[in-house]
């Protein structure tokens, strides 16, 4: 299956994700699960496709690692949606899902089978994949903590269901990005001999990190008056900072050869 | 709170004695009142920042501790961490351990990594010729060398540190091996850095090489010698791309270059106003002739393929070949009409091997193949494939590697490996633990 399968699978997926999306606000559970599961569905046949096409794993671009970030998205949003009927989650995966989809039709990429050297090693995929699922996972936190900010200002209590859900959202989607820097670091040893060089991506993914691990430690102890609204904020800042360490590092003047940039 | 009137004096505001009618909503803690909270922990890591900056004002750039300084030092910290136990119930140590102290240092952390995100940094850190300006004197543009971050640093070990010893326990396995990772992590890189060796040496094939040569241009004789026996170069397929004649410039559309991948499952297709199909390939060509390539047993040092091209809007085809270039040739372009020349890009490595022979000076000889990916180990040296001349590709007559020793390996592994298991603990169990 190569990338003209795109302009095919990418519209049917966005328009079950649409689907699910609509059948959740009209409260069906049911179809909205499944609609939403089938698009998932499709985008997954593409990769494995696209993977077998390839002869590698389809993740050394940024249109490629944009198709498993809309595979997680959905696909962790209709799960969490079976089990908690979060319907605010269900939509945002199904959105987001699709926005990446359509960029990726809208924006094709050069596409090619070359794999360089350093790519051909058993982290890469452990490596990319926990760092998109932990993109999911804290872009679901984040939009979790702009609910439960909403919340506070209209009836002045938090949801206490909804705080669980975010903490529980933070430490696995920090855990997950944990793990994506340390396979790196590992992988980085084996290829290079240095685990870490700054390089900026790095530097940007510690950032990121350090936000989620602050909402993390902040939460032992939490600051009095307004210290609740300003720990959901945390989040939301390190929203910002994942997406600057995945989609504006390339742009950064410090970010001149990178060994990251693609 | 009893205390609200030493409260204000503390903090510099008028004395008020708070009237009934007017409902006191958040009674404010004194300043430095045990036990600690956030106010002290970020004026702690902010007095430690400041501290850094004067002392990089005034030593320059922090110096790598080296063997056995770094052992000494390494093993001070694990004296402290002990110390700490026995300590464990005075105000100091729980301060050390506190959620808000970890609060103010993780922060100061992601502070310091958001300067070396945004602007640029010596890594590693060069001492320059010429005078420093205010923020090299600052330590601003090496911060990885710098004593403002050595300061957080050392904090954060000696947090971690007894952090770990007194909150032992074994009911909370992801937070003892985070924290535990993390802090023999931070000793190996951080303590250990100075002790780190890392060297690059460029080996010619059929030769033999001892000596290493510095950026700074000094020789060095190393305690190893390799010989390079041969070096294999393996290659995707090149792209085809349409280059304008006159101005040696590639065509884009929408300033996005266009190229067409050379595949042999996809034989046909578009690149420009051109239909393509591809004839023959040849991975492993050699020139024979004017204008005549044949399949080179073994090895070839160029790739070749015959491509058709029609012209969309006049049906004008072309035919012939087109290759890769090596050292000592430039590559053979397809003409198109006046103005358009077919040409393949430089094909990109698959792999790259150097067969070695690697003799040590206690008598060792080892005959290994090394690659990305796969360093081969000689005693307390790791040996990595580095590079090749890209220019000559296949036909390159060296290969470089670095060579790295690190006797703190062992522990930045441990280290490592611990965090990850605790990271994955944190995503199995999410939920947390009961408060
Ligand atoms: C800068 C280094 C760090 C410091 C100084 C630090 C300090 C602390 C402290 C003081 C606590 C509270 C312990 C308690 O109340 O018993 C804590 C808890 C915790 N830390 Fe860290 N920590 C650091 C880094 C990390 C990292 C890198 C991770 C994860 C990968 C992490 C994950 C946790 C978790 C999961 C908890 C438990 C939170 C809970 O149970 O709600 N910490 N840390």
Redo the contacts between chains.
């Keep these: 299956m190569s990338w003209s399968w795109h302009d095919y699978l990418a519209p049917l997926s966005v328009a079950l994700w649409v689907l699910g999306a609509l059948m959740a606000i009209k409260t069906k559970p049911r179809p909205a699960f499944w609609l939403t599961v089938a698009g998932t569905l499709v985008t997954g046949l593409f990769i494995a496709g696209l993977w077998l096409r390839l002869e590698r794993p389809p993740m050394r671009t940024m249109g490629e690692t944009r198709l498993w970030y809309s595979f997680f998205l959905s696909g962790a949003g209709a799960l969490v949606y079976a089990r908690r009927r979060f319907t605010w989650l269900l939509i945002f995966g199904c959105l987001l899902a699709s926005v990446f989809a359509i960029i990726n039709v809208v924006k094709p990429e050069l596409h090619s089978k070359a794999l360089m050297p350093a790519l051909q090693s058993p982290f890469f995929i452990p490596h990319v994949i926990s760092y998109m699922l932990s993109y999911a996972v804290l872009a679901a936190s984040a939009l979790a903590s702009a609910i439960q900010l909403r919340k506070i200002s209209a009836s002045g209590e938090p949801d206490k269901n909804l705080d669980d859900f975010i903490d529980s959202l933070v430490r696995s989607g920090l855990g997950l990005l944990m793990l994506g820097l340390l396979t790196g670091a590992i992988w980085a040893k084996q290829a290079w001999g240095h685990y870490w060089s700054w390089d900026p991506k790095e530097t940007w993914a510690m950032v990121t990190a350090a936000t989620f691990l602050i909402y993390i430690h902040l939460r032992r102890a939490p600051p009095r008056g307004a210290g609740r609204k300003l720990a959901l904020a945390v989040p939301l800042l390190g929203l910002v900072m994942l997406m600057i360490t995945w989609l504006g590092v390339s742009y950064l003047p410090a970010a001149m050869g990178s060994v990251h940039i693609y | 709170m009893t205390n609200i009137t030493n409260a204000n004096t503390l903090e510099g505001s008028p004395a008020e004695t708070p009237s009934l009618s007017q409902p006191i ?2 009674p404010r803690r004194p300043l430095w009142r045990w036990p600690w ?2 106010p002290e922990s970020m004026i702690v890591v902010g007095s430690a920042l400041m501290g850094g900056l004067a002392a990089e004002w005034w030593l320059g750039p922090f110096p790598p501790l080296v063997w056995p300084g770094s052992l000494f030092a390494a093993l001070g910290l694990v004296v402290i961490a002990l110390a700490c136990w026995l300590a464990r119930r005075s105000r100091l140590v729980r301060f050390l351990t ?3 102290l ?2 103010a240092l ?2 100061a ?2 502070l310091v ?2 300067l ?6 010596i ?1 590693p850190y060069q001492p320059p010729s010429e005078p420093l300006g205010p923020v090299a004197r600052l330590g601003l543009n090496h911060l ?1 060398a710098s004593w403002p971050l050595a300061a957080i640093y050392l904090m954060t070990l000696l947090a971690l540190g007894a952090l770990v010893v007194v909150r032992f326990s074994s009911r909370r396995p992801a937070f003892m091996a ?1 924290h535990l990772g993390l802090w023999l992590l931070l000793v190996a ?1 951080g303590v250990g850095g100075g002790d780190r060796a ?1 060297e690059i040496m460029l080996v010619p094939e059929g030769g033999l090489e001892w000596r290493v040569k510095r950026t700074e241009g000094q020789i060095l004789e190393m305690p190893l010698a390799i010989r390079l026996d041969d070096f294999q170069l393996e290659e ?2 090149p ?1 085809l791309a349409l280059i304008n004649h006159s101005t040696g410039q590639p065509q884009t559309t929408d300033g ?2 266009q ?1 067409w ?1 050379i ?1 042999t ?2 034989t046909r297709g578009q690149l420009g106003e051109f239909d393509l199909e591809l004839l023959k390939y040849l991975p492993d060509a050699a020139l024979i002739g004017q204008d005549e390539y044949v399949r080179a047993v073994p090895k070839g040092l160029i790739q070749a393929a015959i491509i058709k091209a029609t012209h969309r809007p006049t049906g004008a085809t072309y035919q012939g070949w087109v290759s890769t270039g090596e050292s000592f040739r430039a590559p053979q372009p397809l003409k198109l009409g006046e103005h358009l020349l077919l040409t393949m890009t430089r094909p ?5 091997i150097s067969q070695v022979k690697v003799f040590t000076k206690e008598g060792l000889e080892i005959e290994d193949s090394i ?5 081969l180990k000689v005693g307390a040296w ?1 040996i ?1 494939q ?1 590079n090749y001349d890209s220019n000559a590709g296949r036909a390159s007559s060296w290969s470089g590697f ?1 060579l ?1 020793k690190d006797p703190w390996l062992p522990m ?1 592994n441990a280290g ?1 490996i611990l ?2 298991l605790g ?5 199995i169990r ?3 633990r009961a408060k």
């Design positions: 909503s958040k909270g956030y506190s959620a808000p970890s609060v993780i922060s952390m992601g990594s958001l070396m995100g945004l602007t640029p940094q890594v990885t985070t890189a890392r995707y397929p792209r996005q270059l190229l991948q595949d499952l996809e990109e490595p698959r792999r790259y690659e990305v990916n796969h360093p790791y990595y580095r670095e790295v930045a490592l965090m990850s990271s994955a603990g944190l995503v999410s939920r947390g």
